[in-house]
T-cell receptor, first 113, second 114 residues
Framework: QQQVKQSPQSLIVQKGGISIINCAYENTAFDYFPWYQQFPGKGPALLIA?????SEKKEGRFTISFNKSAKQFSLHIMDSQPGDSATYFC????????????FGQGTELSVKP | GAGVSQSPSNKVTEKGKDVELRCDPISGHTALYWYRQSLGQGLEFLIY????????KSGLPSDRFSAERTGGSVSTLTIQRTQQEDSAVYLC????????????FGPGTRLTVL
């Protein structure tokens, strides 16, 4: 049973544009929602994370929007750059389950120059 | 500073052989996680260690898979009698304390079962 659904599977954006990736979750016990960035041949690296007590978190060009009632959260990449081309994973975890991450299926982002 | 390291980086084995994959977490990190990344299944949780004990083994796909952690540090994931469907990238992550904390991932071990 997939507990975190991510869309789209792939995304092509022009340089300078906004990239938006969406995730939806089912388990209301989740209390931590990170986004990971992965380049080919590398392990995932934490990009930004949010907890359900806030609706938005911004770090540089990256923003997470969180809608607790809808059980959805999204990643916005402003002024997308070719160097942002990577695979992005949303994830969720429950503090009472040891913090194991349940990942979305991933979005392959390509930013065209 | 050193990050999470994994060895080997690549492993090619024949069906039916046993393999051992190693993870060296960041020094001082008490929690360690194993995940598997495959084309059809994305990133899946396998097992979680807090210190040397494994409170959550729920993601191990079969009894051919086992893992241990010694000295609260290095962990080994063992796959016995490998099958072609075991081919994937095996990723290890560690955190300072477990729970909902930043997980730092290693580069992974790419396992190919012929």
């Amino acid at each position: 049973q997939q507990q975190v659904k991510q869309s789209p599977q792939s995304l092509i954006v022009q340089k300078g544009g906004i990239s938006i990736i969406n995730c939806a979750y089912e388990n209301t016990a989740f209390d931590y929602f990170p986004w990971y960035q992965q380049f080919p041949g590398k392990g995932p690296a934490l990009l930004i994370a949010i907890r359900p007590d806030v609706s938005e978190k911004k770090e540089g060009r990256f923003t997470i929007s969180f809608n607790k009632s809808a059980k959805q959260f999204s990643l916005h990449i402003m002024d997308s750059q070719p160097g942002d081309s990577a695979t992005y994973f949303c994830a969720a975890s429950d503090n009472n389950q040891g913090g194991k991450l349940i990942f979305g299926q991933g979005t392959e982002l390509s930013v065209k120059p | 500073g050193a990050g999470v390291s994994q060895s080997p980086s690549n492993k090619v084995t024949e069906k039916g052989k046993d393999v051992e994959l190693r993870c060296d977490p960041i020094s001082g990190h008490t929690a360690l996680y194993w995940y598997r990344q495959s084309l059809g299944q994305g990133l899946e949780f396998l097992i979680y260690f807090q210190g040397n004990s494994a409170p959550d083994k729920s993601g191990l796909p079969s009894d051919r898979f086992s893992a241990e952690r010694t000295g609260g540090s290095v962990s080994t994931l063992t796959i016995q009698r490998t099958q072609q469907e075991d081919s994937a990238v095996y990723l290890c992550a560690s955190t300072r304390s477990g729970l909902t904390d930043t997980q730092y991932f290693g580069p992974g071990t790419r396992l190919t079962v012929l």
